[in-house]
C-alpha cells in the first residue's frame, strides 16, 4: 500500500458524543409535533433514525440525517429499515382519556380525510398489512404518554415507490428519479382534527449529471486530473476524485492515515455496508453493516466505493476542476475516475482513464544539483511538470543573475 505526503486539507474529526448531544436536548430534529389532543397542547421534534444494533451508533446517525433527504444508498440498503422518531415537550393524555393514533406518507395533509385522489396524489396509511408484509409495524397511543422518544417504522415502499393511484400491487424500487417532497407524519387524537408529528423528506436517487473526465497529466510520483461539465449543470455540489492501482485494483491507493481523516462527500451501499457522507459537526465518515443487502461489485468495474478516494472534495463552483494526486509509484498504471455529487449524497461517475506517473524535471534541476548558489526548494521535479508560465519570469531572472555572477569569477 503506497504511503504519501498528505497534499489535501485535513478536517478535525473532534466532535462531541452524540448521546449526550441527544440527551440535553443539543439535536433538533427537521419536523414539528403540534395541535391539540383532549383539550392540551402538545410540541416536539421529529427526525429521521436508521437502524443499528448500536445505541451511540443509532443516535450518531440520528445527528447525521436530521430527517432532511433520502438518498440511493439509504434506498439500496435500507429498504424497510428507516424509522420515524417522534420526541414531545410533553407527554400527550396524561388524564388517561383515549386517543387514536395512525401514520400516514404522502403529501402535507395526509390523513383519512385525504386518502387516494384521482389527480394522482399519493397518501398511504401504514398498518401492519400496508405495505404487504410490514408485520412488525407498531403505533401504540400509550407511547406518547411519556416525553421519552418513540420511534415508529418508515417502511421504504411508501417512500421511494408508492403504489399507483387506484391499485394494490406494491413495487418496491429505488426509482423515484429526480427529488420528491414526501412528508411522513404521525396522527394523535381524534381523526377529524388530530395533532400530527410531521417529518417532511426529500427523497432523490437519481444522481447528478456524469463529468467528463478531461486529461489525467503524468508527474512525478503523482498525477494531475482535470474534469469538466456542460454550460449549466445543475444540482453538483461537490466532486470527488477516486483511483485504483491496474496491478492491486481491490486494494486502497490511499494510506490508512489519508483515507481516516478525509471524508467522502458520498454515499454508497456496496456488498451489505452502507457508507455515508459526513452530516454531523464533526465531518466523520460513517459506515453500518447491512448483511443482505447492497450489490457484490462486478469483476473488472471500477466501483463507486468510498475506499478508492484519492482526493479531498473540490467544490463544484470553483473556477478549477483539476486536483493532484501525489504519493504514487512511478510507471505504474493507474486507473482514475471523477464522481459528481449532489446535496443527497447520490454520485454520478466519469469515464476511467488510465494514467501512468513519470519521472520529470524541471528547467533548473541539472542547474541547480551543481550549484551551491541554488535557492533552497527551488527544483520543479518534486512538482511533477514543467513550471507554470507565472514561474518563467522570475526563473529567467535567476538564471540571468547566476550567468553574471559566473562572468564575474571568471573575468
Avoid at 427526525?47 to 439509504?74: D, K
Avoid at 380525510?113 to 412488525?136: D, K, L, R, V
Avoid at 400509550?142 to 400491487?169: H, I, M, Y
Avoid at 503524468?218 to 456542460?230: I, K
Amino acid at each position: 500500500m503506497t504511503r504519501l505526503t498528505r497534499q489535501l486539507l485535513v478536517f478535525a474529526l473532534a466532535s462531541s458524543s452524540p448521546v449526550l448531544a441527544f440527551a440535553d436536548g443539543t439535536t433538533t430534529g427537521s419536523g414539528t409535533c403540534t395541535g391539540m389532543v383532549n383539550g392540551k397542547a402538545i410540541s416536539g421534534k421529529t427526525m429521521l433514525a436508521l437502524p443499528t444494533s448500536q445505541n451511540t451508533e443509532e443516535m450518531e446517525l440520528v445527528t447525521q440525517n436530521q430527517g432532511s433527504v433520502f438518498g440511493r444508498a439509504e434506498c439500496d440498503c435500507h429498504s424497510r429499515g428507516v424509522r420515524l422518531r417522534v420526541i414531545l415537550d410533553q407527554a400527550a393524555a396524561q388524564d388517561g382519556q383515549a386517543f387514536s393514533t395512525a401514520m400516514w406518507v404522502g403529501q402535507d395533509n395526509c390523513s383519512d380525510q385525504t386518502q387516494h385522489t384521482t389527480n394522482g396524489a399519493q397518501c398511504e396509511q401504514i398498518t401492519t398489512n400496508n405495505p404487504p408484509g410490514n408485520s412488525g409495524f407498531k403505533l401504540e397511543a400509550n407511547s406518547f404518554r411519556t416525553v421519552a422518544a418513540v420511534d415508529v417504522s418508515l417502511p421504504g415502499e411508501a417512500l421511494t415507490k408508492p403504489r399507483p393511484v387506484g391499485t394494490s400491487s406494491w413495487d418496491y424500487k429505488c426509482e423515484t428519479g429526480g427529488p420528491q417532497n414526501v412528508t411522513a407524519q404521525v396522527l394523535l387524537g381524534p381523526d377529524s382534527a388530530p395533532a400530527t408529528c410531521k417529518l417532511p423528506l426529500t427523497v432523490n436517487t437519481l444522481g447528478p449529471t456524469a463529468p467528463r473526465l478531461d486529461s489525467v497529466g503524468s508527474g512525478n510520483n503523482a498525477l494531475t486530473v482535470r474534469w469538466s461539465v456542460a454550460e449549466a449543470t445543475s444540482g453538483i455540489q461537490y466532486y470527488q476524485v477516486l483511483c485504483r492501482s491496474k496491478n492491486t485494483p481491490n486494494v486502497p491507493v490511499m494510506s490508512d492515515e489519508f483515507r481516516s481523516s478525509t471524508p467522502y462527500y458520498f454515499s454508497a451501499c456496496i456488498d451489505g455496508m452502507l457508507y455515508r457522507r459526513p452530516l454531523n459537526s464533526g465531518n466523520t465518515n460513517t459506515t453500518e453493516e447491512r448483511p443482505g443487502f447492497g450489490t457484490l461489485p462486478a469483476a473488472g468495474k471500477f466501483p463507486v466505493d468510498p475506499r478508492f478516494i484519492c482526493s479531498d472534495r473540490v467544490t463544484a463552483t470553483t473556477t478549477d476542476l483539476s486536483a493532484r494526486i501525489a504519493g504514487l509509484n512511478n510507471g505504474e498504471e493507474y486507473e482514475v475516475m471523477v464522481v459528481s455529487i449532489d446535496s443527497y449524497g447520490n454520485a454520478t461517475e466519469s469515464a476511467v482513464v488510465v494514467g501512468t506517473p513519470q519521472p520529470t524535471k524541471g528547467v533548473l534541476d541539472e542547474l541547480c544539483a551543481t550549484d551551491a548558489n541554488c535557492p533552497a526548494g527551488f527544483g520543479c521535479s518534486a512538482l511533477g511538470g514543467m513550471p507554470s508560465p507565472s514561474t518563467l519570469l522570475p526563473v529567467g531572472a535567476f538564471v540571468l543573475l547566476l550567468g553574471l555572477a559566473r562572468r564575474r569569477r571568471v573575468g
